[in-house]
T-cell receptor, first 116, second 112 residues
Framework: GAVVSQHPSRVICKSGTSVKIECRSLDFQATTMFWYRQFPKQSLMLMATSNEGSKATYEQGVEKDKFLINHASLTLSTLTVTSAHPEDSSFYIC????????????FGPGTRLLVL | GESVGLHLPTLSVQEGDNSIINCAYSNSASDYFIWYKQESGKGPQFIIDIRSNMDKRQGQRVTVLLNKTVKHLSLQIAATQPGDSAVYFCAETGGATNKLIFGTGTLLAVQP
């Protein structure tokens, strides 16, 4: 149990285009989902926290207009990288917390984004 | 031995040896700590956790030690195997939010 999926697993796009990444909790309801970014050989950096039905809370330095987060249901959150540029190339990882154990985070497999 | 690269410290051990990975955490108010294993190109995988009211917790082949006095956490892996090769992160949380703060990470390289 407690499986989190991400789609797509890898995406290559041209500079200036927008990319949407989906994060799904497959067998539990997630009241809170988190989005992280990870550059090569570095740690995970929290970008934002999203609660179902409300606006996401962004960490300092993360542009909310560039990284649009939608958490429309208890099993799905999406991250849209708008007008992507090469410096946005990174590994994006989501996690989900079940309502029954909010301090627990189950991580997705990550999405590798390459912007050309 | 242990070395520090540009961003990621590396611990190299022989197969069958015990490994000890260390982590210094930042917030004295943190009350819940987790170790994660991350293989290349994958998301973090939960290994073991410990709460601040404990100083030691054991799992299968893994032990976590917590020293709150010096804000130090360690992960011990017994009889290290090639499949243990990965990057290991400690994470801390606590207080009003459930946000996880990840440590720098350590690359464990197991030599056969």
């Amino acid at each position: 149990g407690a499986v989190v999926s991400q789609h797509p697993s890898r995406v290559i796009c041209k500079s200036g285009t927008s990319v949407k990444i989906e994060c799904r909790s497959l067998d539990f309801q997630a009241t809170t989902m988190f989005w992280y970014r990870q550059f090569p050989k570095q740690s995970l950096m929290l970008m934002a926290t999203s609660n179902e039905g409300s606006k996401a809370t962004y960490e300092q330095g993360v542009e909310k207009d560039k990284f649009l987060i939608n958490h429309a249901s208890l099993t799905l959150s999406t991250l849209t990288v708008t007008s992507a540029h090469p410096e946005d190339s990174s590994f994006y990882i989501c996690s989900a917390s079940p309502a029954t154990s909010q301090e627990t985070q189950y991580f997705g497999p990550g999405t590798r984004l390459l912007v050309l | 031995g242990e070395s520090v690269g540009l961003h990621l410290p590396t611990l190299s051990v022989q197969e069958g040896d015990n490994s000890i990975i260390n982590c210094a955490y930042s917030n004295s108010a943190s009350d819940y700590f987790i170790w994660y294993k991350q293989e290349s190109g994958k998301g973090p995988q939960f290994i073991i956790d410990i709460r601040s009211n404990m100083d030691k917790r054991q799992g299968q082949r893994v032990t976590v030690l917590l020293n709150k006095t010096v804000k130090h956490l360690s992960l011990q892996i017994a009889a290290t195997q090639p499949g243990d090769s990965a990057v290991y992160f400690c994470a801390e949380t606590g207080g009003a939010t459930n946000k996880l703060i990840f440590g720098t990470g350590t690359l464990l390289a197991v030599q056969p």
